[in-house]
């Protein structure tokens, strides 16, 4: 298997892993009364479901851009200084009217 598949199917299942944290703690912290509306719902198994699954579409899309982005960044400094250049200020004449 190519590495950029290999790559990306960790990655997905990272923001899927994630997402079932995430999910996990709304429920867990009742954010919204979340846990009654589950528990106390006879769709409550698929809203849970589908909160893993959309959450999970959205963090492992993050978590693999993050891993592409990270790939052209080096740990070494520039070599030519890597700070943006000093201007010098210059008063503007304002005139009044």
């Given amino acids: 298997m190519p590495k950029l598949v290999r790559l990306y199917i960790r990655h997905t299942l990272i923001g899927f892993a994630i997402a079932a944290a995430f999910v ?4 867990a912290f009742d954010i919204a009364n ?3 509306l589950v528990t106390h719902s006879d769709v ?3 809203a849970v479901a589908l909160l893993v699954i959309f959450n999970g579409i959205v963090f492992s899309g993050v978590q693999f ?3 592409i982005m990270r790939m ?3 740990e070494e400094p520039p070599r030519f200084g890597g700070s943006a250049p000093e201007f010098a200020t210059v ?5 009044e009217r």
């Fill in 65 to 67: 851009g993050i891993a």
């Fill in 72 to 74: 052209g960044a080096s």
């Fill in 91 to 95: 008063p503007v004449r304002h005139d």
């Fill in 44 to 46: 409550g198994v698929m």
């Fill in 24 to 27: 996990a703690a709304l429920l």
């Fill in 34 to 36: 979340l846990w009654h």
